[in-house]
Each structure stands twice: as structure tokens, then as C-alpha cells.
């Protein structure tokens, strides 16, 4: 009782996960660990037998919409999809307002279509091409959760696309962090080593 007690109130970003899930959670304990458990099994599924797509901005949600579709009822739309037209954070780190989604996301994929999705690069070039896509990627964060599991899916295809085998299943979310927090202040360093330490070549 006493526990109940000291418990932190709920934040909405809370109430609306928990609202919107379809795991039968009651508390963000036990969301977490329902969640955890069914986008794992989605992962190495879609591992397995990737998500079809042309690398675009529907890719990515198709993508999302595999992994959290047992989760939530928002699974593959994006913050604009779903109403959240407003400035969004973590923390300390903002993205991209959902207002602007479609017009940042629009602009981002279009860039890398017109850089040939980093086929035919040498392993330096490419490495620091796709270090800037998945800095951008990380600032448009388009999802109201559940962006760094389709980041890093998406990124991985992107790489095997372009030649390369890419595993960043072994990158700790602190290095994830550091790299994003470097990234929104136009420096991309941390996102090139961890695709550096991370590449081989198919």
C-alpha cells in the first residue's frame, strides 16, 4: 500500500501507451514487458524474411507496423497520422514537430533516392552517407514509440541494399543516445563509429 503510495504519478505519454495498447496491459510495468517480449519475436522474424518495400517512407512505417502491430492500435502511422501535430521531445532532445512530418519525412527519403540508396559506395563514403541518413532518421522520429527497434531494422536493409551487412543488435542504448544527442547539434560522429564498428561487407 505504501508502495501505491510512492509510485510517481502516471505521465500522458504513459496514459496514452496504455490507452492505446492492445495487450490487455493495466501499468507500464506490465505494457513493457508484453511489449518487449512480442516486437523481440517480430524482430527475429523480420530478420528472417524482411519487410518488401523500396526504402521510402512507407518502408519504414510497413516496417513498424510489423513489429508493433500485436502492441498498439497505431502500429505503421506516424505522429501526424494519428493527430499528434505538435512539438515532441525525450528528455532532453526534440524532434520534429508532428505538423511537419510529412514534408521532413518527404524531403529526407527523397534525398536518399536520389543518392541511390548508397549502392555502389566504397566502405568510408558509405559509412558516413549513412551515418547522415540515420542521424536525420533519428531526428524525424516519426512514431509515437518504437522508433530505435524500426531505425535500426530499416537501417540494417538499407545497408544489405547498398552491399553491406550491417548488425546493430549489439549497440547499447547509451551509445544510441549519446550518438542522437551529438547528431541533433549537426554532429555525426557517434553514429559513424557505431556503423564503423558495427559494417562488414556481404
Known sequence: MFDAWLKPPMSDFEKE?????????????QLHHRE????T??????KEHPIQGVFDYQHLK???RYLFQDVYVWAGM????????????KGNSYFTPGEKLPQVAASLFDALKEEHFFRGLKKEPFIKSI??????LN??????????????????QLA?????????????????????????????????IIIQNAIKES
Open 17 to 29: 501507451l496504455l490507452s492505446s495498447n492492445i495487450t490487455r496491459a493495466k501499468d507500464m510495468e
Open 36 to 39: 518487449n517480449i512480442l516486437t
Open 41 to 46: 519475436l517480430r524482430t527475429y522474424a523480420v
Open 62 to 64: 510497413a516496417i513498424h
Open 78 to 89: 506516424d505522429r501526424y497520422d494519428i493527430g499528434l501535430r505538435g512539438a515532441f521531445r
Open 131 to 136: 551515418a547522415s541518413f540515420f542521424n536525420g
Open 139 to 156: 531526428i524525424l522520429h516519426p512514431f509515437r514509440e518504437g522508433n530505435g527497434r524500426t531505425q535500426r531494422i530499416f537501417i540494417e
Open 160 to 192: 544489405y541494399n547498398a552491399g553491406y551487412h550491417l548488425d546493430l543488435s549489439q549497440v547499447s542504448q547509451s551509445m544510441m543516445i549519446q550518438a542522437s544527442i551529438q547528431g541533433s547539434k549537426g554532429n555525426i560522429k557517434g553514429f559513424e
